[in-house]
């Protein structure tokens, strides 16, 4: 069968805050909410214009099974299911990263799509998950998920592992997985999706392993894939809403917290979270209206018919904008950007630069964009470079003087979540600190603490960018 998917006591809060402590990528806030650390990689990548820029990604580490298996995954918003590379894909792609071997979990348990056991030696389902950029296809175990080095589940004695194989036995070493995932607030049982399969482009480009998908359960086959909608369902979270931070800088901690926001994250002089209701949440994604898009005091009128909408989503790294509009709106904010001065070929900082201010009027709020939030470095190669993005040296060696630009991506998404979807990454997620609560349907904007902005650090000039 192939499927297509778009698509305590105190004492025990005490020895689960012990347990965080000293962990590398994980920090304790409180109990039933957790903070993971986000790095980020730049890929640079050659345009068909001869334009270069850089692809952006944030990623962080989760742990899968018993023993724990250690991925990097994009923690998006803008999909629904955690898919990992599977031991049993042998491409390039695949190899380039850490696959997981569902044998060398004791928690691990094969299954179809619908959690039924699936007997060793017998067809398996399997789906494909398409991205903005590339597929997977893979197949289904549930298994143990952490965001944080867990200690070990129970292994199981000498009669027990040989009977592993064995249909009642699959079902004890769940029911020992929950107990375990009891022990450490962190932990869930989660349907994972084993790639088989993965496209070149965009996996084998970056360092990250998988995709830990955030977007709600319509965008999941079904709703015990959602890792979110897991955490909250098996009571692992404090409150149902997370909030993700994108830093300034190399030097500010990007991160996402897990069972509520953190209110440091605001900017000190307006510590407020204004509330947008998710616009047809049935469809899956995190969205909200538009009601207009102004640039500076000019009203632009694509969006007067109503049928505007924007996806707020943490694996993007530009502002996609609906190709009949992208140009026009191109053009206009190009027309009023004004460079800061250069400080070398390759080097200028387009978060100084002058232009338009960008707003989108939504429900309970604007959403405003300066010209050093829309605009990133642009270059022309002087002549032919390697054009593979592990070789970033041969093209920066060709790189001519860099421009500000509007990062416009034009995007044409067909009926029924389109055509007049945008699509807001980085540009947006930089600026506000944006929280997301799952069981209010609502999503949450507030102006990000930024500390080169602040004055307290000098900010590093950037490399162009571009999205994923």
Not at 24 to 47: I, N, Y
Not at 80 to 93: D, E, L, R, Y
Request: aromatic share 8%; proline share 6%; with cysteine.
């Amino acid at each position: 069968m192939h499927l297509n998917a778009c698509a305590a006591s105190l004492l025990t809060l005490l020895l689960q805050a012990f347990s965080l402590l000293g962990r590398a990528d994980e920090q304790l806030t409180s109990p039933g909410q957790f903070v993971v650390k986000l790095h980020k990689q730049r890929v640079p990548v050659k345009g068909e214009t001869g334009t270069v820029s850089y692809k952006n990604v944030y990623f962080g580490n989760i742990f899968i099974g018993s023993p724990t298996q250690e991925f990097t995954v994009v923690f998006d918003t803008g999909s629904g299911h955690v898919v990992v590379p599977s031991i049993a894909c042998k491409s390039a792609t695949c190899r380039a990263h850490r696959r997981y071997d569902s044998k060398a979990s004791l928690s691990a348990i094969d299954v179809d799509y619908d959690g039924t056991l699936v007997n060793p030696g017998s067809p398996r389902d399997q789906v494909t998950v398409a991205y903005g950029t590339g597929e997977v296809t893979g197949q289904f175990v549930s298994d143990r998920l952490c965001l944080s080095q867990a200690a070990e589940a129970k292994k199981p004695d000498a009669t027990s592992h040989h009977l592993r194989s064995n249909t009642v036995h699959k079902a004890s070493s769940l029911a020992e997985t929950e107990i375990t995932n009891q022990e450490q607030g962190d932990c869930l049982t989660l349907r994972v999706v084993t790639a088989t399969e993965m496209t070149h482009d965009p996996f084998h480009s970056f360092s990250f392993d998988g995709v830990l998908g955030l977007g709600l359960d319509a965008l999941t086959l079904a709703p015990e894939f959602s890792f979110f909608g897991q955490m909250v369902a098996q009571g692992r979270v404090a409150k149902s809403t997370f909030g993700v931070f994108l830093g300034d800088g190399e030097d500010e901690q990007s991160e996402i917290c897990f069972g509520g926001y953190l209110p440091e994250r605001l900017h000190p002089a307006n510590k407020v979270i204004s509330w947008s209701p998710v616009a047809k949440p049935e469809m899956g994604h995190w969205q909200v209206q538009i009601n207009s898009i102004r640039v500076g005091n000019r009203t632009l009128n694509f969006c007067d018919d109503g049928q505007c909408r924007a996806v707020v989503d943490t694996g993007t790294s530009l502002l996609a904008v609906p190709q009949d509009f992208a140009a026009d709106l191109q053009d206009e904010l190009a027309a009023h950007l004004r460079d800061p001065p250069s400080s070398g070929q390759q080097s200028i900082d387009c978060m100084q630069a002058e232009g338009a201010v960008l707003h989108f009027d939504i429900e309970g709020l604007t959403v405003s964009l300066g010209a050093g939030d829309y605009a990133r470095p642009s270059v022309m190669l002087k002549g032919d470079a390697d054009e593979e993005t592990g070789a970033p040296n041969a093209i920066d060696k060709k790189m001519s003087e860099a421009k500000c630009q509007p990062t416009i991506m034009p995007i044409d998404m067909p009926a029924p979540i389109g055509p007049k979807l945008f699509i807001w990454g980085e540009p947006v997620l930089r600026k506000y600190y944006t929280v997301y609560d799952l069981a209010e349907k609502k999503i949450g904007f507030g102006l990000a603490a930024r500390r080169s902005r602040d004055g307290q650090h000098p900010r590093p000039l950037r490399k162009p960018l571009l999205s994923v």
